[in-house]
């Protein structure tokens, strides 16, 4: 069972590139503005498209900690 991850995309380094809900779109979406979001009840969700979509994001803007680690 993989570990449990919390997803967080930081909006002051977004560039709203779209980038992460094309390639995980049942864990992204863009907001309004067109900034990157993680969809509602997915900030858990875990998966191989997950870490695609941290990988393709041009400015670093999401983050993925192990849930277990309260310092992360
Ligand atoms: S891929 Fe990165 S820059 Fe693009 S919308 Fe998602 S978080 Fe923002």
Redesign the pocket.
């Known amino acids: 069972m993989p570990a449990p991850v919390t997803i967080a ?1 930081d909006r002051s380094v ?8 094309l390639t995980a779109p049942d864990v ?1 979406t ?1 907001d309004d503005d067109g ?2 979001t993680v969809r509602p009840g997915r900030e858990t969700a875990g998966g191989t498209m997950l870490r695609e979509a941290v990988r ?4 670093r ?2 983050t993925v900690h192990d849930a277990r680690d309260p310092g992360a």
């Open positions: 995309v977004c560039i709203g590139a779209g980038q992460c809900a992204f863009q900034y990157g393709v994001c041009p400015v803007a999401i």
